[in-house]
């Protein structure tokens, strides 16, 4: 804008001789003034504008979630924002709302070390201790050296993470380190096993503990759990290690092993205080334990090989007096070894369903008619030969196959179900037998019976169990039983008398079919007690509407016996016929007997009367 004032002291001029407006130069004053002034107004609004983004950038670090400092060289706090503040407990340093004065060059921020430097620092706050994720940077502003740090509030993942390694390696009811630390640390133990002295393994599993939760409630038995774990604990030096690693069994690691009188010192007192009662809930509660010792590197050089060496040292003595010890050697090695096969060849044979059953008759002593079948499994091995039960099903209970061979008999007997009817007549019951550890399983239980209904034959079996089922303070009364009746399938209790037999229990149990163990009907006509016991049974079973069978009746003297001085009127042994395959029942409806001579000599042998 023109200046009037400048206009009317320096008015128009002609032009000079070399063509140039006289009053050129002082006439262009009024723009390069304007443009003066408007750099000027530009300036003063930039800096305004400079200030308004600065005071807008300081607003924003100090309410960053992440706290911001910056400390000088020396150490000494220059600035944090409040999240910072609130970490430390300290007022936070003003941010700055003005710019800096230019210092040169070194103006702009340059980093001096291009490196982040990452810890994890823990602080107390007013919440309690808190867990601080830092970031740090060396950095240079206006040529000043300082470190600017950016934190995080890492305290709930932290814990989070806590949490979750504590669930994957530390066992809930004991606190004690799981099956996977152990193992961990005994695998670090052997990758520095060259500058590692010996060590030991002690597998220890608690004595008769199912019995303890069966009469106890498995409340108590967990209680009783801790308890023994803090016995063993305050028992062992700093350095060993002990572990939960399932149920009742703990594991041991006994490290460093200077000596074999140390370890064998240990467990004479671990016996000891063991075998001490517990008290529990006003209970006194008396137990032991049986351990297993193997020892680095003399019964393995891996975990597997030393855990399995001190599980079979263990099972050793649980196979005679509990509450002792033993120490792995080479006769327990070849037994181990024996072992390995029969659960590969047991595997196997689940995996090619390599099971069948063999049929025994239920026969009414008095008629000498047919009523039902038993199916009891067997396995046949490679070679084609006939493995017994008692060969294989605890071993198949333990590891846990016990289940695909229940659903595999099932499958069997469901189409065997033509022959059964035309061999022993429609009529006939088919049982078959559920461990009482699946008889407790509500999911097994659950499928299983889902399988019993979907065969349209539910309401013809009958379901074995064993009393321990029964009388443990299990579900199968409350929640198994109903399935059962809902579908129509009965239930038998087996081997009666062998378990925890009492009139109490007898008193509570809801079965439909009572079979009395072979044990009380061998030579029952020389017995006295036996058949006081017998007549005793059968009394409390009639007004509680449960059939009698007589388990393993092999003789006549047997049967004689049972006709004339007992009311039973069922039973089954090898005096009627022993156990009939399924080729056998082939060769029956064929009325074929060459290729079933067992069948033919059992037939030949006993009065066994089979109705069409």
Not at 74 to 92: V, Y
Not at 482 to 505: C, H, K, Q
Not at 534 to 554: D, F, H, N, Q, R
Not at 577 to 582: A, E, G, L, V
């Given at each position: 804008?023109?200046?009037p ?5 320096m008015p ?8 140039r407006?006289?009053?050129a ?5 009024p ?15 930039s800096?305004r504008e400079a200030?308004?983004?600065l005071?807008?950038?300081a607003s ?11 400390q000088a ?5 220059l600035f944090?924002?409040?999240?910072a ?14 710019a800096e004065p ?7 921020v340059q ?7 990452m ?9 309690g201790?808190?867990?601080l ?8 502003i ?14 709930e993942?932290?814990q ?5 390694s504590?669930?994957?390696y530390?066992?809930d ?8 630390l152990?193992q ?7 990758t520095?096993a060259d ?9 220890l599993d ?14 108590i038995g967990?209680?009783?759990l ?20 399932s149920?009742?069994?703990?594991l041991?690691?006994?490290?460093p092993?200077?000596?074999?009188e ?12 063991l075998?001490?009662?517990f008290?529990i809930?006003g ?15 003399d ?17 050793r003595?649980k ?24 659960e590969?060849?047991l ?5 090619d369903?390599?099971?069948c059953c ?45 289940d695909?061979?229940?659903h595999?008999a099932?499958?069997q007997i469901?189409?065997s ?8 007549g429609?009529?006939?019951t088919?049982?078959i ?20 209904k979907?065969?349209?034959y ?15 303070k299990?579900?199968?009364q409350?929640q198994v ?9 009965r239930?038998s ?5 062998t378990?925890?037999?009492s009139l109490?229990a007898l008193a ?6 009572l079979?009395?163990?072979r ?5 029952i006509?020389?017995r006295?007690?036996s ?14 509407g ?7 009746v092999?003789t ?6 049972l ?5 039973i009127?069922?039973?089954?042994g ?9 080729e ?5 409806r ?7 001579r067992?069948h033919?000599?059992?037939?030949d ?8």
């Amino acid at each position: 804008m023109a200046n009037p004032e400048m206009s009317d002291q320096m008015p128009d001029s002609p032009a000079d001789d070399d063509g140039r407006t006289a009053a050129a130069s002082p006439a262009a004053l009024p723009s390069e003034t304007a443009q003066l002034q408007r750099l000027l107004a530009e300036s003063k609004d930039s800096e305004r504008e400079a200030r308004r983004a600065l005071g807008v950038l300081a607003s924003i670090i100090k309410h960053l979630p992440v706290g911001v400092t910056v400390q000088a060289e020396d150490g000494k706090p220059l600035f944090a924002n409040d999240m910072a503040a609130g970490f430390s407990g300290e007022a936070p340093e003003p941010a700055p709302t003005g710019a800096e004065p230019d210092r040169g060059e070194g103006a702009s921020v340059q980093a001096s070390v291009p490196i982040v430097t990452m810890t994890e620092d823990r602080v107390a706050g007013e919440g309690g201790e808190r867990t601080l994720l830092k970031y740090c940077r060396p950095a240079r502003i206006h040529d000043r050296a300082v470190l600017v740090t950016a934190a995080i509030d890492h305290t709930e993942r932290k814990q989070a993470e806590v949490e979750l390694s504590r669930r994957a390696y530390f066992d809930d009811l004991t606190g004690l380190p799981n099956r996977t630390l152990i193992q961990e640390h005994v695998e670090q133990l052997l990758t520095s096993a060259d500058s590692s002295p010996r060590f030991a393994l002690a597998f220890l599993d608690i004595d008769n503990f199912k019995h303890i939760n069966d009469y106890y409630t498995h409340a108590i038995g967990d209680a009783l759990l801790v308890k023994v774990a803090q016995r063993i604990a305050t028992n062992v030096r700093p350095s060993d290690i002990l572990s939960r690693i399932s149920g009742d069994e703990f594991l041991l690691v006994v490290h460093p092993l200077a000596r074999d009188e140390d370890l064998a010192d240990l467990i004479d007192s671990l016996l000891a205080q063991l075998k001490e009662p517990f008290l529990i809930e006003g209970f006194e509660i008396f137990t032991s334990a049986s351990i297993g010792l193997s020892v680095y590197p003399d019964h393995g050089r891996n975990y597997e090989m030393l855990r399995r060496a001190a599980d079979t040292a263990m099972y050793r003595i649980k196979e005679g007096a509990k509450g002792g010890a033993a120490l792995f050697d080479s006769d327990m090695g070849r037994a181990m070894t024996a072992r390995m096969k029969q659960e590969q060849r047991l595997r196997l044979a689940v995996r090619d369903g390599r099971f069948c059953c063999a049929f025994q008759p239920k026969v009414d002593i008095r008629s000498e008619e047919v009523v039902g079948v038993e199916a009891l499994i067997r396995l046949r091995d490679e070679d084609g030969e006939i493995q017994a039960p008692g060969d294989f099903i605890g071993l198949a209970t333990e590891l846990g196959l016990i289940d695909d061979m229940a659903h595999l008999a099932l499958d069997q007997i469901v189409r065997s179900m033509d022959l059964i009817d035309e061999a022993f007549g429609p009529h006939v019951t088919v049982s078959i037998n559920i461990a009482a550890k699946q008889a407790c399983n509500i999911q097994f239980m659950r499928d299983f019976c889902d399988e019993l209904k979907s065969t349209s034959y539910a309401g013809r079996f009958i379901v074995e169990v064993t009393e321990d089922a029964f009388v443990a303070k299990s579900l199968f009364q409350s929640q198994v039983l109903p399935m059962l009746r809902e579908i129509g399938t009965r239930v038998s209790i087996d081997d009666f008398g062998t378990g925890y037999s009492s009139l109490a229990a007898l008193a509570d149990i809801t079965a439909d079919e009572l079979k009395i163990d072979r044990s009380f009907i061998t030579d029952i006509h020389k017995r006295s007690r036996s058949q006081s016991i017998l007549k005793a049974i059968e009394a409390l079973s009639e007004p509680l509407g449960m059939t009698v069978i007589a388990e393993g009746v092999e003789t006549a003297e047997e049967v004689a016996f049972l006709q004339a001085a007992t009311r039973i009127r069922y039973a089954q042994g090898y005096y009627y016929s022993r156990p009939i395959f399924m080729e056998d029942l082939t060769a029956t409806r064929h009325g074929g007997s060459g290729n079933s001579r067992s069948h033919a000599t059992q037939r030949d042998q006993s009065p066994l009367r089979v109705r069409r």
